[in-house]
């Protein structure tokens, strides 16, 4: 019997042997190449990089993995507790692997074996730690060798705490969120240590299926395993029995679920920064880095701004009729379901989605998508005559008709917007027009607010850095400021009278005001106050277009501009961003004006990666100053002279409506052939604001309209908000300059208080006319006996100077 004995153990041994040779000359190829383990000790997990306006507040996250890695010391004990129960209760006992976990899986698999079932895993924390951070997460025996092998290493290098943070930072848990601290606040809006025992067993029921048991979708799910969660705590002892049945009991309390904007006025300008930091740094570092951004923007100003400019379009929009439904559904069906299949604008949160039920003469009943914004019993509501007024007028294959009942306009299955105001629903209609509002710190270029079109979720286009469009009449006083360094004064005078120009191919250019009248001999400060074609394209004709160029490109306007005469009444093409600081040089006296959208950025350590120039030098009074070696562009008296002329332009010209802001604001209007595009720029001393507006495929917007008209009010509504909380300064009057009472109309000298005298600015060595005024194209008609200044007059020499930027100050 001990000889059968002997016999079978030796050939069980060699059997157990020649088995172990064979799983080895198989597991060897396997683990000869694994990661190195060790490398975890450096590991450095993906950040959010977090954007943050200039007051500190929270605008938006990039992030490829949202994620706050802590260590193990800062997670509660409830916490670890939670997923210790649901994911691996003998994690602080068993080496890497769990034997008795291990022979189960085996089983359920080996009876699941040629079934269609997943197989079943036995994973330890340590385990999964390596088939997230150190392997793929293919499900094969192979991979499940390579990660065995590696949990023994794992246990034997690291200890199980800091195995436990590893994996609580690094596993996924839905809605984008990678470790507890960011599922905490993508799920309840609250950092880890205010959480209850509920809310950390939710967390710990997520690894095993995020997305199934996701609670803002599957609720039931996500409430049945979070209380199966609970059953094991008790289970294990670390709750008491009473405890998790009263924990089950709770609701579950989430978050609303934020847009993946905070400020979500902000879509354009965080887009921009993002854009800008991307190519900086790499797209890379800037959504894995954990950067902390600080902006240049104002919040107030930002919501203002985007205030102003929808109101602006829809004004204009709602003026020119209503053009139908936005789509059309069975009114009679589960029309719930069909308009939640509708996705609104998910920045516009006051305008919700309706489809009309039924309407009448007077009224139309209409459904309301459901929002978490409105009470839940608010489902239906009735809108009238007057919530619809503007409607009446509808826009039928580019022509307007005018109907009198609301069955005429609204029908049953049209799906349209409402907004609620005062109680009662107003119809709405996203317009057709678009625009762009951006303003900046002249000072330090800082932008306080940028808004690139009417929603970020109806177009990501930013027509503020984006779009190219003709600048019209606002790329006047960039002429005017050529003719003024060129040894000229806001009372020279230029012929205001019809021209006709040969074009060198048999036609001939006949460049008209816009108003189709013209003055006669006029004053520089008139042409520029009035927009005179006439007198700008003389202007350009007797400086030369060489000169003209150089100046739109000195400012930054254009990268480069083609030497024709339409290019000095804005022809050329730029966006209101460059155009906005341009005008900032005027404002900043001359100075150069750089726009920038961050103040500075931080890595994870809090080491500083950029900030931005000038943030250190700020004068006594706490205001940003200028760098120690300014970088003119312009002579600040020149600078000085064009602001005058553009306060004329408020005061008395082409935007006399901003004047009655009642505070001392320079500005031009510019309005482009066939109203294709408006604009209007305006500044004090503080701050630049430019506003566009035109269709993104340019076409007319109506005769008469002007940037006047719809643009500057625009401004208007802005800068009550900016002048809010006082009164603007006045501009700062540089050294040298002259004042004299003028003439406006003559430009000949005048005594101060007559009537049509204006204090003009002299440079050194200029005067007004005493006696003979000549006249800039005045061929053609002279109001004395002197002979007009001969058209392109300037001499080389000056020509020279002015071109490369010297002899200017």
Known sequence: MMRILAHGFSIGSHILL????LAAVHVAPLIKDLPDHRALATWEPAGVARVYASDGELMT?????????LPIEAIPEIVKQAFLSAEDKNFYSHPGLDPLGLLKAVIVNLVNFGSDRRLVGASTIT??????????????????????VLSLRMEQTYSKDKILEF???????????????????????????????????????????????????????????????????????????????????????????????????????????????????????????????????????????????????????????????????????????????????????????????????????????KSSGAPQAEQTATMGLADMKWALRILDKNKLRTVQRVDQVLHPGDVVYVEKSSGRYRLRQPPEVQGALVSLDPKTGRVLAMVGGFS????????????????????????????????????????????????????VWRPKNYDGRFSGPSTLRTGLEKSRNLMTVRLARHLGMDLVVDYGVRFGLYDELKPYLPMALGAGETTLMRLVSAYAVFANGGEAVKP??????????????????????????????????????????TAYQITSMMRGVVERGTASSVGRLGVPIAGKTGTTNDEKD?????FTPDIVTGVFMGFDTPRPMGYGESGGGLAAPIFIDFMKTVLRNGTAEDFDIPEGLTFMAVDRHSGRL????????????????????????????????????????????????????????????
């Open 456 to 507: 970020f979720s109806q177009s990501k286009f930013n027509r503020a850095t984006q779009a190219y469009r003709q600048p019209g009449s606002a790329f006047k006083p960039f002429v005017y400021a050529a003719a003024l360094d060129a040894g000229y004064t806001p009372a020279t005078l230029v012929m205001d009278a019809p021209l006709a120009i040969p074009d060198g191919a048999g036609r």
């Open 596 to 637: 920038s959208l961050v103040d500075s950025v931080e890595d994870r350590y809090g080491q500083t990666l950029y900030q931005r120039a000038c943030d250190s030098c700020v004068a006594a009074n706490g205001r940003h100053s200028a760098p120690a070696q300014p970088d003119y562009v312009l002579d600040p008296m």
């Open 678 to 682: 408006v604009w209007f720029v305006g």
């Open 18 to 21: 020649a088995g172990a040779f």
């Open 750 to 809: 005048s005594s101060k208080g007559s009537r049509g005298a204006i204090m003009e600015a002299f440079k050194p060595g200029t005067a007004p006319c005493r006696g003979t005024c000549p006249i800039i194209g005045g061929d053609e008609a002279e109001i004395s006996s002197a002979p007009p200044i001969a058209e392109n007059e300037l001499s080389a020499e000056l020509r020279e100077k002015l071109l490369n930027g010297t002899g200017l100050y």
């Open 61 to 69: 996250e990039y992030a490829r993995e949202r994620r706050f890695p």
């Open 127 to 148: 385990q999964q730690v390596v088939k997230n951070l150190l392997l793929t997460p293919d499900r094969n025996i192979e991979r499940k060798i390579r990660e065995a």
């Open 167 to 369: 994996y609580l930072n690094s596993i996924y848990l839905g809605a984008g969120s990678y470790g507890v601290a960011a599922a905490s606040q993508t799920y309840f809006g609250k950092p880890l240590e205010m959480l209850g025992i509920a809310e950390a067993a939710l967390l710990a029921a997520l690894p095993k299926a995020p997305n199934n048991y996701n609670p803002f979708i599957e609720k039931e799910a996500a409430n049945a395993r979070r209380n199966w969660v609970l059953r094991q705590m008790a289970a294990n002892g670390l709750i008491t029995p009473k405890v998790a049945s009263r924990e089950a009991a709770t609701p579950l309390h989430l978050a609303s679920r934020k847009p993946a904007y905070t400020l979500r006025s902000a879509e354009y300008f965080s887009e921009e920064v993002r854009q800008a930091l991307s190519r900086r740094f790499g797209a890379d570092a800037l959504h894995e880095g954990g950067f902390a951004i600080r902006t240049t923007l104002d919040p107030r100003l930002q919501e203002t701004a985007l205030a102003a400019l929808r109101s602006g379009l829809i004004r204009y929009d709602e003026a020119h009729g209503y053009r139908g439904a936005v789509a059309r559904i069975d009114p009679s069906d589960d029309w719930q379901r069909a308009l939640a299949a509708i996705e609104p604008y998910s920045d516009v949160p006051e305008w919700r989605l309706a489809v009309v039920l039924g309407s009448e003469a007077d009224h139309a009943r209409v459904g309301l998508r």
